[in-house]
């Protein structure tokens, strides 16, 4: 079964500079991918997503790396602002549910 | 832009009392959910609703939970006793096919 930590990872970066989140999916039957930003006391907030056809998507200042061979997510961002502070959390859908299965979450902090 | 909304924002309530949390998804979207998120861990799914039926609930749903669309508009989650372990963060989502957009949650603690 999933482990649920009360632990989240954290990641501190200088405002400006490029931060990588990763993520580790579990089920290899997942098809499509989802990152997620929530701010402190607010629901989460879709930032990019990604199908399992693909292995790069770029937004703007976000870019989603997914490697297949060993279940492997990633979030980019790049010159990071303090409003890019949050939580991020990936998610993955399994082709024919409905159901997104939320992974621990990172918590991001930019330093000025 | 249109957005989920979801109303109360928090909900204080005795054990074993009845809580009814509202959710209006965004106007297209054809999917509703309900997730949940006790603090500090992760977002976990409760149910997803589509064309007037569930269509698909996790473990946590159980026969203490129910969901309604009583209109064209509203998306409703009623816990009909409710346990101290009900306490969390109750988030709505819709989608019109496969991205799920969430509300801003309504905060739930059973006392």
């Known amino acids: 079964g999933e482990s649920v930590g009360l632990h989240l990872p954290t990641l501190s970066v200088q405002e400006g500079d490029n931060s990588i989140i990763n993520c580790a999916y579990s089920?290899?039957?997942?098809?499509?991918f989802i990152w997620y930003k929530q701010e402190s006391g607010k629901g989460p907030q879709f930032i990019i997503d990604?199908?399992?056809?693909?292995d790069k998507r770029q937004g703007q200042r976000v870019t989603v790396l997914l490697n297949k061979t060993v279940k492997h997510l990633s979030l980019q961002i790049a010159a990071t602002q303090p409003g890019d502070s949050a939580v991020y959390f990936c998610?993955?859908?399994?082709?024919?549910?409905?159901?997104?299965?939320f992974g621990q979450g990172t918590r991001l902090t930019i330093n000025p | 832009e249109p957005e989920v909304t979801q109303t109360p924002s928090h909900q204080v309530t005795q054990m074993g009392q009845e809580v009814i949390l509202r959710c209006v998804p965004i106007?297209?979207?054809?999917?509703f959910y309900w997730y949940r998120q006790i603090l500090g861990q992760k977002v976990e799914f409760l149910v997803s609703?589509?064309?007037?039926?569930?269509?698909?609930k996790s473990e946590i749903f159980d026969d203490q939970f129910s969901v309604e669309r009583p209109d064209g508009s509203n998306f409703t989650l009623k816990i009909r006793s409710t346990k101290l372990e009900d306490s969390a963060m109750y988030f709505c989502?819709?989608?019109?096919?496969?991205?799920?957009?969430f509300g801003p949650g309504t905060r739930l603690l059973v006392l």
């Open positions: 989502a819709s989608s019109r096919v496969e991205t799920q957009y």
């Open positions: 089920n290899s039957a997942s098809d499509y």
């Open positions: 990604i199908r399992s056809n693909m």
């Open positions: 998610a993955e859908n399994r082709q024919g549910a409905q159901k997104l299965v």
């Open positions: 106007s297209n979207h054809l999917y």
């Open positions: 609703f589509y064309n007037n039926e569930i269509s698909e």
